[in-house]
Each structure stands twice: as C-alpha cells, then as structure tokens.
C-alpha cells in the first residue's frame, strides 16, 4: 500500500509518499511554512498550504498510485470553523504574543498541572489560551464557530467534509484534556467548548473518502480514504509503541526536540522546566519534555560550515568548550537561562559545530532525565544524521542511543495509521556510550555550569 503523508510542521510542510510493504520513502514534497504576518494576527497561510496539499497529491499519484491519505502536524495549533467548514477566524500561529495581553484572566479559569499534564507556557504555546484570547478579542467572530478542531482535523475536515478530534494534538500541552480520565478539561466546560468539540475519534479511523472535487482535481481514486490523523511527535513516537519493548525513549527532532519515555522511571514532572504529560496515539498518558531544539540548530548554524573532523572534537573535550542554555528562551528545562559560550576564544568552524550538537544532546539528556527516561533512546528526525549529537547524548544518558534510518519518523508513524498489521520497524545504527573518559568528563562539567 502507498499512503501519502501531509506533514506540517512548523517551519516546513511536506507530502511524502510511503511504500508500506518497506517502510520507506519514495517520493517527497516540501514546501516553507512561513506564517502570513497581516489581518488581525499572525497565522498560518493555509491556502497557500491547500494549493501545495493538493498539487503534490497530483504530482505524487502520477508517479505512484496513491492508496490512502494520512495526516500529521505539530501542535499547539486549533482552528474555529462555522457549519460549512469555513474558518470563521485565521488559524493563530502559536508564536504570536496575544495571548499573553490576556494572561492573568486566563491563568483564573485554565485548569491545575495535575488535572491537565500541561504546564503554563508562553505566547500560544497552550491552545486553550489561544481560544481564550480570540474569544475575548472577536467575540462576534467566535460566536459563529460551529466546531473547534485540531489542526491535523482541519485538513482531514477539508479533504473529507467529516468533523473530527483526536487525543495525541488535544492531549499536547492545550489545557484542554485530561488524559487521566481520557475527557475533556474543566477547563472545556467552564468556557462553555464543549460542545463546539467534534468527535473524538481514533487517529487510525477512516474518516471518509475524498471529497468528489478533489479526486476531479488531483486525479486520485474518488475512494481513497482519508484517516483521521494524529500531532506529529507522536507519530514518531507510534512505531515504537507497537513494536518495542519498554523501557525505551524516542526523541522527536524537529523545530521542536521532543523526548518521549516509555515504561521508564518514575519521577515527579517539573512544569516549570516545561516537563508534560503528552497522550499517544492510543490514548496512554507519555511524560515527555521538549526544547526549541530545531530552531536553536537553524540560528547558531545560519550560513555557517558543519563541517568537522575528529581533531576538532578532540580540542573541544580536551579544552571543554561549552554552549550553556538557552539560545532560545522561554520553554525547554531551562526556560529563564541565557545562552553563555565558555573557553571560545578562537574556535574553528568545526570546533563550534562540534560545540553546538554537544550543547543540543546535552540539553536533550537533561529532559530525558527529567521524565525518567530509560532504556535505549531511539531519535528520530533530523538530528539523528548528526553522529556527533548521537555520541554525546550516548554519553550524557549513559545508555544506547538509536539513530533511526529515516529521514522523518513523523510520516513512516503517521502512514501505519492505514495499516492493519504490527510492523516490525528498521532500527538504524545503535551508539553505545563512549569509552573515552573525555565524553563524560565533558557532560559531567557542562551538567555543573548548568
């Protein structure tokens, strides 16, 4: 079977194709996700994202016979429609500040950590403040909303005309469930949402076929089913679920560094050091945490070499060249931190290369440590390219790290939503921790400047 994928992220959305039957990509389409900063707030620009979703499932269906559509995107994100599906206000970009002018008032009526997992974040980062604030901001525009979706059942809503929810973007830091007693949050009903809440439905649920239109303009069979889809963390984390054996990790690379722990420690989540409760794709609670890893790598490397040698590893942990936290501040285990280079004079590029994927697995193994993690730490996304984050973060943890052989586990997870049967998954190159005394000498003296 070929299921296409419609994966948006924050900074890029993309449309891969994904042969079941190996597990793999065979076709791919990417475009840059940049928010429309006019009308009333930023937003997603989400017809310019629906002429790119619909095109390459025409380009894509004409190499390859496209058998089913599966969707995931990142969090944070919620759209308001009216009856016919029409947004009745822009869909917020979650970097946007509104929010916050509203804080105190939201702060009154959003639910405790211990109810929700969810800790109080900044800007949009928790949707329910985002409702709150278009609520109060438009009130008349609000009023017209006949549903709140998720963003992944927005474009599942647009593809098939069937509204839906589902409990791993509801369940991601929102203030809006309680993954506790799988329902809807106090939170819900004090505002009055719920029943503006489509159907929860199960990320793997065939919500329909395509609407006749679209199988017209993209050439696709006017049956291939549209399913119901899931936040794209947890699609890295679904392969896993289903075919480990716990304890084990997954740390989702992207804008966002996800660590996800699976059958590990017990510990007591931080909500300050933006710790969660995440929910998976099968309604589970999952304590995870997260930085703005992805972003942090884009900024310190912007225009500047990756190249680097063994040599300049070497200098780095003989001279202990260290990144401190945070380059992007705000969230992430070290929210109120400002980043800090220490023994830099003189680097090379590859020495500074070296320095920064340091600063990034260490900053990933803290929030490893804050959830209990345990076990092998699979990563996926991005970052597993970069051997020198893998062998660092081997070492910080102290356990094997996987780093897994596709190039975003975000698609491969949300295409097994179409398939029926356990995949055993490929698991790429383990790392063992390093036996140079020099690594964990170099995460212990990071660990004491932290």
């Known amino acids: ?22 597990l793999s990509e065979i076709g791919l389409r990417r475009f840059a996700n940049a928010p429309v900063r006019q009308a009333s707030y930023p937003h997603h620009d989400v017809e310019a994202l629906w ?14 016979r ?32 509104g929010p916050d002018q509203l804080a105190a008032d939201y702060d009154a009526v959003r639910p405790p950590f211990g109810e929700t997992g969810t800790p109080r974040l ?24 006949a549903a709140m979706l998720m963003y992944p059942q927005y474009w599942a809503l647009r593809l098939t005309g069937v509204a839906a929810n589902e409990v791993s973007s509801l369940g991601c830091h929102t203030d809006l469930w309680n993954p506790w007693t799988s329902d809807y949050s106090s939170l819900v009903d004090r505002m009055g949402w719920r029943r503006l ?8 649920d065939r919500l329909g076929p395509i609407l006749p239109e679209l199988a017209r303009r993209t050439r696709l069979d006017p049956q291939t089913p549209v399913f119901c889809g899931l936040h794209d ?14 304890p084990f990790s997954v740390v989702s690379t992207g804008t966002w560094v996800v ?61 202990q060249v260290l990144l401190l936290p945070a380059t992007q501040r705000g969230s992430g285990p070290f929210p109120h931190r400002g980043a800090q280079w220490v023994n830099a004079e003189n680097l090379s590029a590859g020495q500074r290369f070296a320095t920064i994927s340091f ?39 102290e356990r094997p790290v996987i780093a897994s052989e596709t190039s975003t586990g975000t698609s491969i997870g949300a295409a097994l939503l179409a398939s029926d049967r356990v995949i055993a998954m490929s698991k790429g190159e383990r790392t063992e921790p390093p036996t140079d005394q020099s690594w964990g000498g170099y995460a212990r003296a990071w660990r004491r400047s932290t």
Request: aromatic fraction near 6%.
């Open 1 to 22: 079977m070929i299921v296409a994928v419609i994966d948006i992220g924050k900074t890029n959305a993309k449309v891969a194709l994904v042969d079941l039957a190996t």
């Open 259 to 319: 660590s996800m722990a699976v059958g590990g420690r017990r510990v007591e989540l931080d909500p300050a050091r933006d710790t969660l409760v995440n929910v998976n794709a099968l309604g589970d609670p999952v304590p995870s945490a997260r930085f703005m890893g992805g972003r942090e790598f884009s900024l310190l490397t912007d225009g500047q070499s990756q190249e680097w040698s063994e040599d300049d590893v070497a200098a780095v942990l003989a001279r």
């Open 122 to 145: 900044p800007i949009g980062l928790n949707l329910g403040a985002q409702f709150f604030w278009q609520q109060k901001r438009f009130p008349a525009d609000f009023a017209t909303a």
């Open 197 to 204: 809440m489509a159907p929860v439905r199960p990320a793997k």
């Open 359 to 397: 600063y990034l697995a260490l900053t990933t193994a803290t929030c490893l440590e804050l959830i209990g993690g345990d076990g092998p730490t699979t990563v996926e996304g991005p970052f597993a390219q970069n051997p020198l984050f893998i062998r660092m973060l081997a070492a910080a943890t």
């Open 51 to 64: 002429t790119f979703i619909l095109n390459s499932l025409a380009d894509l269906n004409r190499e390859r």
């Open 233 to 246: 963390s947890n699609a890295s984390l679904l392969p896993h679920l289903l075919s480990d054996t716990p």
């Open 66 to 97: 496209i058998d089913a559509i599966s969707i995931t995107t990142h969090g944070a994100t919620g759209a308001l429609v009216d009856g016919s599906g029409e947004l009745v206000l822009p869909v917020l970009d979650y970097e946007f500040d």
